[in-house]
């Protein structure tokens, strides 16, 4: 009954296997080896970009602040939800990364921008000539941060809004894969095609044990990428191993097969709220996240029986018993439908008391 | 026959075996595991500091940098060796993290400073107001870039130069185990016991994957760090794995098993060497690095058989058949006395001919 | 009939007088001068502040940017009016300058911040434990961005809200002299004696060259802030004629009188609109800025006349000829009754047509 | 007997003149005004470059540290001598503004880089791939730090090294008019068409308040720096006084009558202390500034007299009473005949006693 997090679950064993076959021998430190080669080749071909650059780094909060740090000047502000990680999250790691640039917040309606209000807020900033922070790139986050997703129409609006300002797209996917399964097209099509310039490609929440791509379809600026990755202090020495986590999560669609897993354990457990009259959700499920509300003493007695999960925005300090109170429940790769099962069970029966 | 750097080796088996063991079911994320509980734990008493604050990253550089963000201001400069890995080996990570402190390169023998150099250095920064950066910490590598050590009386003078001005000291230890491994002293008067302030304690390098401790000694300063870590997308989310490295690493002694395997196949190319009249020793071999001068047309003949190490400051481009040049080589654990041997086999072969 | 703003009006003549009286042989540089202690003890003096340290800069900028580095770490937010000149106005030098710490934005009414609102943003913030940024000091303007101003009352709700959070306070007093004026209190009052913790203490836009105060009531972060200065490239070398401004700025309360008249003028012509049926205020009037809105067709009017003013989030263009458009008008210390009649006689006469 | 510093000196009455001038009435501020139209105008037609772009701002290491930061990038490493001011006297200001860029420091004599020298420190640099610093701009000094000028030939030689490494090249001309005045030849020559991309063209040590020009010879990189100068609180409001020290500097070849009076007395001091058996000449004289030594009992009899001038690298704590110091002798635009006649009387009559 553990939803806290898709960080908090086990690393998938055919990752661990592939870390196990990359431990034999020297290999050249720092991605000269033939296990980083595979892997930005599996990359490449999976995103239909044979002139994309990859570059690995252990973490997504790196691999967004990097990504950025490439885009903006220190003198520029980036659009991003009022909700996104990088401003929630990070600790200010954008911001650190960029040499100071500013995080402009544009409102969302269950965790998506919608691309006239990205426009509008865009044309709002930079009227003042040099006074005001200038016009930087554009970030969302695919599956947003409230589990909902942008489908290929919305994702073309938001880049065309971006593009028409002349500006960057950068997109944080660190649930990439979930996205993809619920809306069933390809890498390229919801990435490069739909008009994102760069890409945090993330497999660490989805099984792998710390491992993401930055992924530049923009070759100009790669190089740039490669030395702030290095002054940032991630670039991984061994490197053979953060490839090899990737090369595994790759293979034989294990990634496309995690995620769908995960989407399928979140969907079953929707589908088991929704039948219940005290529950009522927060956000529409559509990946792996599910944001609903159910009464305080609910919550007090699921946490009394083991179950793992944060609640959202809400504290059970000083909540009267019968105060809906909303959660956020997150399933990882590794849960399967008896774990979901016994929560719900265990949730039908406080309710029941 | 590689010895291009500790980097290229593998990762010690018992160390994937804990990452292994670590690897089952749910844990909390960001380090609230109870692996990195142990990992602290272990650490804390393998250096008799029980109230030692501990973090983990990924990288050398990142220990490094964190280290030093946190002892200087951005208008401070940091003293350190002329030949140090945070001046020539980092793409200006230390700059980035202290917010654009200055280095000031003592000059070095053999790669070590000597303390009185030390305090003339120190000395003369700082003698103009507000115009100059102001004196910052001092940081030394140990084991040093050029292979040797600083025995306890050095240290202890090192760090009692540094203490006379108000200052504190880092030391990069990223090879604190192939140290520790010749002075035979136990870590704490390797350290704390010595004057060190804040230490980088290295396992990628003597066998890990990529896992680097920062031990802080002083408890004052822990916060900023732990801030600063998160703000630059280093610290990890599934946190166990890192700590399962460090755990994996320091059970049984393995990692001072490990540093002695190292240099003890150092130490036997050394006296392999050491033997043969065409070559001259540029520095002292007490660890794992040996660097030594040959003829160019050995080197030639070795790399044509497929040794693997780097020509160091010199190189082959034009240089004379007979023309000594210096190379440095690296043992890493897994290094063998057969590897060791047939190196030495195949330089007397390529001498004699 | 120049309204833009109290950057475009000429030096009064007593600051230039004391520019060529300090203009005599040599002094010594970089504030050891006489002329610069003479203008700290008066501000001292003025302050009823003894102790408090005392940084002269060319900007408002400089002087907001440096008092902000001083009280955050660059993980920190900053707390400012959603309307703030920091945020606004100031192309990331906030974040510059404290090394990439956030701004979080509180909604204001008529530019001013609620002292609850404040408490619930604050409230709001590092409830993530290091994922977010730490809560930072908070900023106020005075008077405010919208011509406004904190009463006594409001200030001193201010500051214990922040100071109940452990936080500092900082205020850009850019207009400092206009808000003391409208309230007819103390300089202590309406600083220190209300928790402000460091203010930046203007004087350029009420008739200097180009001269603002640090002003630091907690001697203990004085230190840093000096060297963020020099760092900075904010310590002029010939600093007596910095120094000179202010002394002649504060001698025989020419800046009291300076600012009198500009909200003077300011009253003169909020008066003058307010008898015309046309005219609506966008904001009260209490300082020299005033806020109000009349037919696009007789802001062309009056543009044609070479009245001079900034709409104020509206635009001319495409605006129906009576449709409401909304100007800022300032008054500088040398606007004179004329000025603002022949203003208001002009706009009378374009509303008859 | 003043010579402590070109900074100490009074502002020349034609500077303030023509503040007094620009002091009439309305101007649009942030350099929107008259007054900084034609400043900029001036430079151009005085450099025969009339397309460079021309920013304004209140101090020479705020104009050195911008120029570098629009031509570094935060991994690069800057060259410049090891006496450098942006090494020495700027306290991190060029790691502040590039965001922690890296200064390599080239050996000199007497001030000055010789070409040879700095290509081969260049070529030492960037032979590490991502892990070193890369290879940024080159800056130099003219006058040097020592009082020493680069002729043309040197500079060219100095430009070329810089271009074949495909690296641009910055001077620090905080003394570009004593240079000129020493070499006779035009500023363009001395500048862009020497190969010079961007030039820090200082006034302020040669008769101005405080007030410095950064000239872009490309055009390309002007906007960044624009937006670099309002994000470092650069940017003065009250424009128009700071271009018309500028236009009262350059009017009537004013700029070169003072640095023909400060470069004279330079010489006519070097000539009188030349003709002193007990002083010997540190550094040539070709400037306005002298290094030379004497003995320390001397110095002591000058300063209870007195004098004023710095102790250049030596102390008079714990000195032999006939132990040689050296000093350093800075002569203002103001320093008369007289004035170095009554210094070079009192050092004759110290010896002679």
Redesign the interface.
Known sequence: M?F??D?????H?QI?AS??RA????????GADAETTRAVAMIRELFEAPSAEVWF?????????LALATLA?????VFCADVAHIH??????P?????????TLVPTEHGRIAPDTLGRVIAGEET???????RGPVSITQVTERGTTYDLDKLRAISEVTHDFGLKLHMDGARFANALDHLGCSPAEMSWKAGVDILSFGA??NGA??AEAVVVFDPEVAR?L?????????????HR??AAQMTGYLEDGLWCDLAARANGAAARLAKGLAALDAVTFVHPTEANMVFAAWPARVHEALFAKGA?YHLWGDTLDGAAPDAPLAARLVCDWSMDEAGVDAFLETLRAALAQ
Chains 1, 2, 3, 4 share one sequence.
């Open positions: 553990q806290a997090s960080n908090a679950g086990p690393v064993p661990i870390l196990t431990n034999a021998g020297y290999a050249p430190s720092y780094v252990p973490t997504g909060t790196a691999a967004n602040a000047h220190p003198f520029d502000t929630e999250d990070e600790c200010n790691a911001e650190f990364y960029t040499g100071g640039a500013k995080l003042r000539g040099v006074h005001g922070p200038q660490t929440k044990m710390g740039t490669e030395l702030r990755r290095k002054r940032a202090g991630q670039l991984l020495s061994k191993y953060l793992g």
